[in-house]
């Protein structure tokens, strides 16, 4: 089995920044892909940012420019540097990995962005 666990999280002011960290224990040929997600208050959850084995990466919109993900295959790890933060972005924070489907969750970091 795969546990994922986030830590990185925190309160920021608007413009600062972030760096997310996503330790995965274990390991899964299914994992070919790694990714963060995040559901704000009364919202559902949606895809932040995900990047694939081989380096592919992709960006929701509205964090494009300003969120990157990275990945230490090393390490079993997968970031999420977020710059010029926005109260917007205030939401839990979700590291998920799988393959078709995504089969692994962590538990979740808070990220929160006051005005």
């Known amino acids: 089995q795969v546990q994922l666990v986030e830590s990185g999280g925190g309160l920021v002011q608007a413009g600062g920044s972030l760096k997310l960290s996503c330790a995965a224990s274990?390991?899964?040929?299914?994992?070919?892909?790694m990714g963060w997600f995040r559901q704000a208050p009364g919202k559902q959850r949606e895809l932040a940012a995900t990047t694939v084995s081989g380096g592919a990466s992709n960006y929701a919109e509205a964090v494009k420019g300003r969120f990157t993900i990275s990945r230490d295959s090393a390490k079993n790890t997968v970031y999420l540097q977020m710059n010029s933060l926005k109260p917007e972005d205030t939401a839990v924070y979700y590291c998920?990995?799988?393959?078709?489907?995504?089969?692994?969750w962590g538990q979740g970091t808070q990220v929160t962005v006051s005005s």
């Open positions: 274990g390991t899964d040929s299914r994992m070919n892909a």
């Open positions: 998920a990995a799988g393959q078709l489907t995504w089969t692994y």
